[in-house]
């Protein structure tokens, strides 16, 4: 919790900062290369370094990463679990419809998660963790309870797809960014935890929603699960807070250009749109591809909650890992691994036994894959108190990624009638490709220094 005098330096110095002439030099503003061709209306808060160092721990820490965890399950985990909806919708409330058509709803979903980072990455940063969280979670249960009562297309696209998904995106975005002013030395682990509630929850809820369809019908299901929701997110919403300031920044559209001038951010960047375009496949499409390989209903509806359990361990040994040899480092073997994987067992798999094997083995290395960019965002990031506006253009550029990635995998099967060899293929390459870019990224911050942390 900030000291009072420190409070009160910080007001001191936005009502001196906000009160000078707009074209006044900066000589007091945050101590930055190219000061002097900086205004003073660009420096409204004081500077973060007088709060001192991340603690690393401590009880408001350990309470944010609590709460992160939940809001993540309750996030991320909803958007991992949507895997069941692409078979559900295909063979009951859609069912006239194509699965490349139904693959806008889960895709948009996930995109609207993604896309909505730059918004709430900077109403964080301006207004802290507290207010986009809890607008999150009215927006996400209330898009659960109009999904209950939906039966046509549009319906469950606008209340799935936009309203649920928006709320979302508010809750993970405003996580992150709040448990990342809280760590250094330990935050890729601490990022591991909060992201293994999102694996949790893609883990519980397809079996959750499976057994509440089967026994009381999909809209009490979804009622349930709403219920559920309320619950987790009291705790997010009563633990989470920052540790710095919310910043009293005017808008700037830099805010969110001005990270792709940096040439690691750039390619990063580029690099997760890449690997966001197909690394959603198999959360996705694994039960509809168990099915058409001949494994049962029964079997093929608990394949999502086994990618998710693999991936709890992913996003958190590999985290400590992060920690310890660099994440940039850690992430390239579990990309490379995630597209191998993919190649090598999936593309091949027949039997249930090697079907299952490769949700075991992806999930494990994507869980990484998908969880550590925003401790690579904060590693490359000079000023973490606009850690939010930073990830969420990088997340911006995923969202493209996330969106098409499905539409484009249905139509690949609906062109090959029925067989999944093209969209194992393209899951695959396009994780080489992405891969490649975070090379190109760590190159750019180190050169060819391959033993290099970074």
Partial sequence: MEQQPEREAANAASTSSSSSNEGATVEDGPPQLGDQDKTRSEYIVPDINSFGPPPDGGTVACLAVLGGFCTVFASFGWINCIGIFQDYYKSNLLKGYSPGTVAWIPSTESFMLFFGGPLVGKLTDELGPRIPILIGSFLHIFGLMMTSISTQYYQIFLAQSVCSALGC??????????IGTWFNRHRAL????????SSTGGVVLPIMVNHLVDQIGFGWAMRCTAFLMLGILVVGNLTIKSRLPPLKRKFNINDFLSPFSDRPFLFLSIGGFIIYLGGFLPFNFIITQAKAEGMSPQLAMYMVSIVNAASTFGRILPAHFGDRYGVFNVMIIFASLSAVFTLAVWLPARSNVALIAFAVLYGFTSGCTLSIIPAMVASISPDIS???????SLYACAAVGVLFGNPIAGAIVNRQN???????????????????????ARHALVGFKILAKV
């Fill in 169 to 178: 995106s508010f809750l993970f975005y405003a996580s992150i960014a709040a």
């Fill in 190 to 197: 601490a990022f591991g935890i909060i992201t293994a509630g």
């Fill in 386 to 392: 606009k850690m939010g506006s930073r990830n969420g």
């Fill in 418 to 440: 029925g067989p999944y060899t093209g969209l194992i293929l393209f899951c695959g390459v396009t994780l080489l490709v992405g891969t490649a870019f975070v090379v190109l």
